[in-house]
């Protein structure tokens, strides 16, 4: 069974052919970066532009890569949420005229759930394990029981990991994707140069959850001590050990919620995933077995979501032509009243 997946819940414009949940035939990533990097940031209006102008042929080039003519395709899965409202809404009415037009069912696919199923594409991997996805939207550590069942344990209590980096990159002019830029430039520095603060969050039911807008902030105003400009030296240290501590934080609430939850496998996914100090640390913990997907499984891609998409199939999930996009799942953020 092929399925054409469709990505564009953010500044990536995907178009992927997968067979059976599981044989990539293309994967098709047309990043929109070089657009949104004079912002330091992904600006909303130009990426749902950008998906318009780019998601037909790209589309046409995923089916060209992999030798499947369109009618030849089973099913459409597309991202529906959550995103950019308007560049779910650019993939998600494509997907829906053109399924429509083919005659063929379409699935609505939850681009967290895609994320964690990443690393499916690669390897057998067996339920349950503990899922830490991480990307510039969100941080979230689950149990997750099945390619559709997952019991949040813990989110970010504000920021994101990865939007943490974005920022702390835009204020020192590092460069964007701010978690790229950060990554390389900490090879460079020393990571015990600065102790940032780590917050401790440790209150019953929301003790895995964790918070970044406290070491982001701290880390920018850093900056202050500079007033006659940061050296190379000094920013590259301040890189290693911004990456370092948001790093930890994450590491060590993901250990605490494997271990209490009796999980001996870790499966990682979302952009943050591809961090190099992540990928050690979690490495070198004994008597895990952590798994990543490769980097380009890591950062946003429609593999992910056609692989997914072909499980929902199986289980019948097909969608209606109603379906509509959601910016936010409210479960995948906690929010304080
Ligand atoms: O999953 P993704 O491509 O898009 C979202 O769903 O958000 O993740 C993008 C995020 C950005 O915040 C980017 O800075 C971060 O992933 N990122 C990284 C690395 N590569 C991408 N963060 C840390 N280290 C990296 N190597
Ligand atoms: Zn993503």
Same mark, same amino acid.
């Given at each position: 069974?092929?399925?054409?997946?469709?990505?564009?819940?953010?500044?990536?414009?995907?178009?992927?052919?997968?067979?059976?949940?599981?044989?990539?035939?293309?994967?098709?990533?047309?990043?929109?970066?070089?657009?949104?990097?004079?912002?330091?940031?992904?600006? =909303? *209006?130009?990426?749902?532009?950008?998906?318009?102008?780019?998601?037909?042929?790209?589309?046409?080039?995923?089916?060209? *890569?992999?030798?499947?003519?369109?009618?030849?395709?089973?099913?459409?899965?597309?991202?529906? &949420?959550?995103?950019?409202?308007?560049?779910?809404?650019?993939?998600?009415?494509?997907? /829906?005229?053109? !399924?429509?037009?083919?005659?063929?069912?379409?699935?609505?696919?939850?681009?967290?759930?895609?994320?964690?199923?990443?690393?499916?594409? *690669? &390897? $057998?991997?067996?339920? =349950?394990?503990?899922?830490?996805?991480?990307?510039?939207?969100?941080?979230?550590?689950?149990?997750?029981?099945?390619?559709?069942?997952?019991?949040?344990?813990?989110?970010?209590?504000?920021?994101?990991?990865?939007?943490?980096?974005?920022?702390?990159? /835009?204020?020192?002019?590092?460069?964007?994707?701010?978690?790229?830029?950060?990554? /390389?430039?900490?090879?460079?520095?020393?990571?015990?140069?600065?102790?940032? =603060?780590?917050?401790?969050?440790?209150?019953? $039911?929301?003790?895995?959850?964790?918070?970044?807008?406290?070491?982001?902030?701290?880390?920018?105003?850093?900056?202050?001590?500079?007033?006659?400009?940061?050296? *190379? /030296?000094?920013?590259?240290?301040?890189?290693?050990?911004?990456?370092?501590?948001?790093?930890?934080?994450?590491?060590?609430?993901?250990?605490? !919620?494997?271990?209490?939850?009796?999980?001996?496998?870790?499966? !990682?996914?979302?952009?943050?995933?591809?961090?190099?100090?992540?990928?050690?640390?979690?490495?070198?913990? $004994?008597?895990? $077995?952590?798994?990543?997907?490769?980097?380009?499984?890591?950062?946003?891609?429609?593999?992910?979501?056609?692989?997914?998409?072909?499980?929902?199939?199986?289980?019948?999930?097909?969608?209606?032509?109603?379906?509509?996009?959601?910016?936010?799942?409210?479960?995948?953020?906690?929010?304080?009243?």
């Amino acid at each position: 069974m092929r399925i054409l997946g469709i990505e564009s819940s953010c500044d990536e414009c995907s178009a992927a052919v997968v067979e059976d949940g599981r044989r990539i035939l293309s994967n098709i990533v047309l990043s929109q970066v070089d657009f949104h990097k004079p912002f330091y940031g992904v600006v =909303p *209006e130009i990426a749902s532009r950008k998906h318009i102008e780019w998601i037909g042929p790209v589309v046409q080039q995923a089916l060209s *890569e992999a030798g499947v003519a369109v009618d030849d395709i089973d099913v459409v899965a597309v991202t529906f &949420r959550p995103g950019l409202i308007g560049s779910l809404l650019v993939g998600l009415s494509f997907a /829906k005229g053109l !399924a429509w037009a083919l005659g063929k069912p379409l699935i609505g696919v939850d681009h967290i759930l895609a994320h964690l199923y990443a690393p499916h594409l *690669e &390897r $057998e991997i067996r339920y =349950p394990y503990l899922g830490v996805l991480v990307s510039g939207g969100h941080t979230i550590i689950a149990r997750v029981d099945r390619h559709d069942r997952m019991q949040v344990l813990g989110t970010t209590i504000d920021d994101a990991c990865g939007e943490a980096f974005d920022k702390v990159a /835009k204020y020192y002019g590092i460069g964007f994707p701010g978690g790229v830029a950060i990554d /390389k430039l900490s090879q460079t520095g020393n990571s015990r140069a600065f102790r940032f =603060p780590r917050p401790v969050l440790n209150k019953g $039911e929301a003790f895995y959850d964790v918070s970044y807008s406290g070491l982001k902030t701290a880390v920018i105003h850093q900056i202050d001590q500079f007033w006659d400009g940061v050296s *190379e /030296k000094n920013l590259a240290n301040i890189a290693a050990s911004f990456q370092r501590t948001a790093v930890d934080i994450l590491v060590d609430k993901a250990l605490a !919620a494997a271990r209490d939850s009796d999980l001996s496998r870790i499966v !990682a996914g979302g952009g943050v995933a591809a961090n190099s100090y992540l990928r050690r640390r979690l490495a070198s913990e $004994e008597g895990l $077995e952590v798994i990543f997907p490769s980097l380009a499984l890591c950062t946003d891609n429609a593999a992910m979501v056609a692989g997914l998409g072909y499980h929902l199939f199986c289980d019948g999930a097909v969608s209606d032509f109603s379906l509509n996009a959601e910016a936010r799942v409210p479960v995948f953020k906690r929010s304080y009243p």
